[in-house]
């Protein structure tokens, strides 16, 4: 069975950092680009990161360059967003999605359940 | 970066009736990479429609996209009980980011 699922989510203050994780099975994770999206509390969907599969092509939405970092270890078929110096904006839940395959373009095939981050002081 | 615009905001309808659900990009959307994913309360989105006009694995045939260049449709020819929920398009063609539209409800009439 296909499986995404993130974790590091959860309650933290203004100015502090945060990792998550998207754990995969199922599939050849190598195989496939990767990327973060975020849903802040009512909202639209908003694409926050991605990275290629061999890491070699990784973007960032405007709102989060210079403060997140993707990441991927293809050999435990994860990847991460090192999230730094949160804001209140930042709060939302996340997703990890799968591309369709390897090429960085192309459509978002497979969702993981997200994970909560709550920005608060 | 591309904007996205989705209407109608809210779509009311009854089971069985046709859903016409639109999204206009601000610039050609380059080989029309355009996707339609589904979202439902309290769930992940799900990938209904890839490429403007491929349905994604275990769609049904009733959900169809069509358009190219900067317009672009989503059918659902007759409603489900299953399929009110929230739909957005998403460009991937243009360099990130992969912007969503604001999104579609459909709801009961």
């Known amino acids: 069975e296909v499986q995404m699922v993130e974790s590091g989510g959860g309650l933290v203050q203004p100015g502090r950092s945060l990792r998550l994780s998207c754990a995969t099975s199922?599939?050849?994770?190598?195989?496939?680009?990767m990327h973060w999206v975020r849903q802040g509390p009512g909202k639209g969907l908003e694409w926050v990161s991605g990275?290629?599969?061999?890491?070699?092509?990784?973007a960032y939405a405007d709102s989060v360059m210079g403060r997140f970092t993707i990441s991927r270890d293809n050999a435990k078929n994860s990847f991460y967003l090192q999230m730094n110096n949160l804001g209140p904006e930042d709060t939302a839940m996340y997703y990890c999605?799968?591309?369709?395959?390897?090429?960085?373009?192309?459509?978002?095939?497979?969702w993981g359940q997200g994970t909560m981050v709550t920005v608060s002081s | 970066e591309i904007v996205l615009t989705q209407s109608p905001g809210t779509l009311s309808l009854s089971p069985g009736e046709r859903a016409t659900l639109s999204c206009r990009a601000s610039?050609?959307?380059?080989?029309?990479?355009l996707a339609w994913h589904q979202q439902k309360p309290g769930q992940a989105p799900r990938l209904l429609i890839y490429?403007?006009?491929k349905r994604a694995t275990g769609v049904p045939d009733r959900f169809s996209g069509s358009g190219s260049g900067t317009d672009f449709t989503l059918t659902i020819s007759r409603l489900e009980p299953e399929d009110f929920a929230v739909y957005y398009c998403?460009?991937?063609?243009?360099?990130?980011?992969?912007?969503f539209g604001p999104g579609t409800k459909v709801d009961i009439k």
């Open positions: 998403q460009q991937y063609g243009s360099s990130p980011p992969f912007t």
């Open positions: 990275i290629s599969w061999n890491s070699g092509r990784i």
């Open positions: 490429e403007a006009s």
């Open positions: 610039q050609s959307v380059k080989w029309n990479y």
């Open positions: 999605a799968s591309g369709r395959g390897s090429n960085f373009y192309d459509a978002f095939g497979i």
């Open positions: 199922g599939f050849t994770f190598d195989d496939y680009a």
